[in-house]
């Protein structure tokens, strides 16, 4: 079992719509929370950053997390045909230094 | 500009022709690790650096080696690639928080 799952998609919704990306994990020592976007023959870039449980909202994106069940989600309201790209969940630990822990990523496309 | 650079950004090679990838930051950051990407697997760290001549294994070191002889610099050196290590290559930086900043990849074939 890996330590992050997320499912890859492919997830399709029309612009405009509220998307919700998820992953759960089973390392209970994760205490820090990363949602990056990658477009495509891109590097990584952060989106999301934030500690321990709850929620952080940052213009059109929130990141949640419930450290009680180990599931955390982003959501995109109003989403835009821009926001076309591959979401990728991290996460780390106090003590984890440089060592971050990917799910697959979410493929998403949002179309006109 | 902060930047993250790699180079090649393509490269296609054969199995056993020693090559190295190059990564440069300008940010003075003090950590760097080379991630490799494929599909189904997501994003694995392959080396990671604390600072200059501190170097660490990560998830996936075998048939790589890195060096950190500068703060700026953290070269990736395949010493006999083979067809398993074809794929996506990343390296990337960070500094004081938990940021990382990711180079634009390099896209490694080993026929």
């Known amino acids: 079992q890996k330590e992050v799952e997320q499912d890859p998609g492919p997830l399709s919704v029309p612009e405009g719509a509220i998307v919700s990306l998820n992953c759960t994990y089973s390392n209970s020592a994760f205490q820090y929370f990363m949602w990056y976007r990658q477009y495509s023959r891109k590097g990584p870039e952060l989106l999301m950053y934030t500690y321990s449980s709850g929620n952080k909202e940052d213009g059109r994106f929130t990141a949640q997390v419930d450290k009680s069940s180990k599931y955390i989600s982003l959501f995109i309201r109003d989403s835009q045909p821009s926001d076309s790209a591959t979401y990728l969940c991290a996460m780390t630990y106090t003590g984890g230094g440089n060592k971050l822990t990917f799910g697959t990523g979410t493929q998403l496309k949002v179309e006109l | 500009e902060a930047q993250v650079t790699q180079n090649p950004r393509y490269l296609i090679t054969v199995t056993g022709k020693k090559l190295t990838v190059t990564c440069s930051q300008n940010?003075?950051?003090?950590?760097m690790s080379w991630y490799r990407q494929d599909p189904g697997l997501g994003l694995r760290q392959i080396y990671y650096?604390?600072?200059?001549?501190?170097?660490d294994k990560g998830d996936v070191p075998e048939g790589y080696k890195v060096s950190r002889k500068e703060k700026r610099n953290f070269p990736l050196i395949l010493e006999s690639p083979s067809p398993n290590q074809t794929s996506l290559y990343f390296c990337?930086?960070?500094?004081?928080?938990?940021?990382?900043?990711f180079g634009p990849g390099t896209r490694l074939t080993v026929l």
């Open positions: 940010m003075n950051h003090e950590y």
């Open positions: 990337a930086s960070r500094g004081a928080t938990d940021t990382q900043y």
């Open positions: 650096s604390m600072n200059v001549e501190v170097t």
